[in-house]
């Protein structure tokens, strides 16, 4: 059988998403009393910046004992004419059995997934997928309400660009969320909507009917000069502040992935308010890191 990679959310089933949140929640309160990975040699390929999830894979790849290399970015024979082929064939003679990696260019894991006989892991692909941030999404909305079914979630703004939502979308729909996407029509087209999706144009309509926020960052790195709306339209409508997370319901929380800006999407005040769960997420990225490496490389436990 080959082995499985981890490109997008859409790679498992609603049974799997389910088992790896249990899995995940499971070593977020206790962390594997052994081993998982012992023996297995992991390559964290990174052509992009990360902050959050390099060293969240890096500290996961740590917990189950997986042999880690980081190559920096850069470094890589790629950049002297290997080409992705080349690279997997190489890296697996080496013995390697997992490669993590991120890359500006939207498909390069799934490129890298066709050569490579091991394991690949998306951590960030272009503006297309981001699968193990969705995850830590997931996993906290589960600590916060048990569940997903059900649960009304918007992700607000660069929605087009946001590799994180789309994602989020993936995930949230395959547990059974009521998925709306809020933002400008630069920055969100009528086409996004899908089934089980709606758009929505006007936040302040919306916040009191959410159970979950997600704000997103302007990801001016991928996005045209002419599309990028203006910031001071973009902030009286979009931004989030005290006021605008007070008129969410009781019990409602506001989460972001990461790198967030302030000023733009939301304000400084949005910190002190009590539904805040920045820090929660990137706490979660590490057991949910784990719970994918130990699915992926010895299947499910037994
Ligand atoms: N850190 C997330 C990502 O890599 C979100 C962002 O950059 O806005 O996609």
Redesign the pocket.
């Given at each position: 059988m080959p082995a499985r990679s981890l490109l997008d959310l859409d790679d498992f089933t609603s049974d799997e998403l389910t088992y790896l949140l249990n899995r995940a929640d499971a070593f977020d309160r206790r962390p594997p009393s052994r081993n998982l990975l012992a023996g297995i040699t992991v390559v964290n390929l990174f052509f992009e910046a990360?902050t959050?999830?390099f060293v969240s894979f890096a500290i996961a790849e740590s917990r189950v004992g997986a042999d880690v290399v980081a190559l920096p970015p850069g470094s890589s024979s790629l950049g002297k004419g290997e080409t992705i082929a080349d690279t997997a064939i190489t890296l697996a003679a080496m013995g390697v059995r997992v490669i993590v990696t991120r890359h500006p260019e939207s498909g390069f894991p799934y490129r890298l997934a066709e050569t490579f006989e091991g394991h690949v892991i998306n951590a960030?692909d272009g503006r297309h997928a981001?699968p193990t941030?969705a995850l830590l999404d997931l996993l906290t909305l589960k600590a916060e309400f048990g569940r997903i079914e059900g649960l009304r979630v918007a992700l607000v703004g660069d929605i087009l660009h946001?590799?994180?939502a789309r994602s989020n979308v993936i995930g949230l729909k395959l547990l059974g969320a009521d998925v709306v996407l809020v933002g400008p029509p630069t920055l969100l087209p009528d086409a996004m909507a899908c089934d089980g999706v709606t758009i929505e144009r006007d936040l302040d309509a919306i916040l009191p009917t959410l159970d979950a926020l997600v704000l997103?960052?302007i990801?001016r790195e991928r996005i045209a000069a002419a599309v990028l709306p203006s910031l001071e339209d973009y902030a009286r409508n979009y931004r989030l502040d005290a006021r605008r997370a007070g008129r969410l319901k009781r019990g409602a929380i506001v989460m972001h992935?990461?790198?967030y800006n302030r000023g733009i999407e939301l304000t400084q005040d949005v910190f002190a308010f009590e539904g805040w769960r920045y820090a929660q997420q990137v706490s979660h990225g590490v057991p949910v890191r784990m719970a994918v490496l130990d699915f992926l490389v010895n299947g499910r436990e037994k």
């Open positions: 990360s959050r999830t960030g981001h941030q946001s590799r994180v997103l960052r990801q992935p990461g790198p």
